[in-house]
């Protein structure tokens, strides 16, 4: 077993505000602190590792972007705000048998101004995954086969400043299904993505034109959202031969 505490300070270089009709503006330069206890744990006759952490950050001038429509103009603008995140991680990796191995992690961290308390935009409190890995010979077959799966999860969050702009909690569903020879001269693999095709905005803001203009809303366009969304379902196959 392995405990640890570290405090740890990162500076980063400054930054220019961009807006269409607007002056560029520079930006101070950000300043992080970091403080973090945890263990780094072998357990089980060395079958499993188990990592803990908690930890503190606060990040001083950070170079916070969103995007603004104003009337003259519309595009990102970086400011200048104070940052503190605290929370959890947990990671581990058990290998179950010679064949399948379990993964899983989460990882909470509760990130918010300073100044008013509201959360950070592009920020999720919480965000994990649990997987599997598995391999075995088919020696009969003269085949390897192996899968890997993940249920990877992050909970809702916002996209712009003073909470705005909402995002619902994502889960998605990734698998991978493989056969191969057992010199690896050729492999075919079937991989899917978001299995469920479920959805959930990335990133979204006011759209750029002056769309909500149109059809007379106040400046902004409120009502009226431009999302990117995660990407959706994907089915694969993969085939790969090596001639040397």
């Known amino acids: ?64 972007t969103s995007f603004l429509v104003t009337d003259a103009s519309a595009g990102f603008i970086t400011q200048n705000v104070d940052v503190e995140s605290k929370g959890f991680e947990i990671d581990s990796m058990y290998q179950l048998t010679s064949d399948l191995r379990l993964s899983g992690a989460v990882t ?6 300073k100044d008013d308390g509201t959360d950070l935009a592009q920020a999720p409190k919480l965000t994990g995954n649990i997987g599997y890995f598995y391999n075995t010979e088919f ?43 057992p010199e690896d001269t050729w492999k ?27 059809l007379g809303a106040p400046t902004g366009d409120q009502g009226i959202t431009a999302e990117t969304l995660n990407s959706g379902r994907t089915i694969k196959l993969q085939v790969s031969y090596n001639f040397y």
């Open 1 to 64: 077993m392995e405990k640890y505490t570290h405090p740890n300070t990162l500076a980063l270089i400054p930054n220019r505000s961009k807006l269409r009709g607007i002056k560029p503006q520079r930006v101070k330069s950000e300043e992080t602190q970091t403080y973090e206890m945890g263990s780094k744990m072998v357990l089980l006759d060395n079958s499993m590792n188990l990592n803990l952490a908690l930890f503190y950050t606060t990040i001083d001038d950070f170079q916070e």
């Open 108 to 113: 909470y961290a509760n990130t918010t101004h």
């Open 139 to 181: 020696s009969d077959y003269g085949v390897n086969f192996s899968s890997t799966g993940f249920v990877r999860y992050r909970s809702d969050m916002v996209s712009q400043i003073n909470e705005t702009y909402p995002s619902d909690s994502l889960t998605t569903l990734d698998f991978t299904f493989g056969i191969s020879s």
């Open 188 to 214: 075919a693999m079937i991989i899917v993505n978001n299995l469920t095709d479920a959805q959930s905005s990335e990133f979204s803001s006011p759209p750029a034109g002056p769309i909500g203009a149109v």
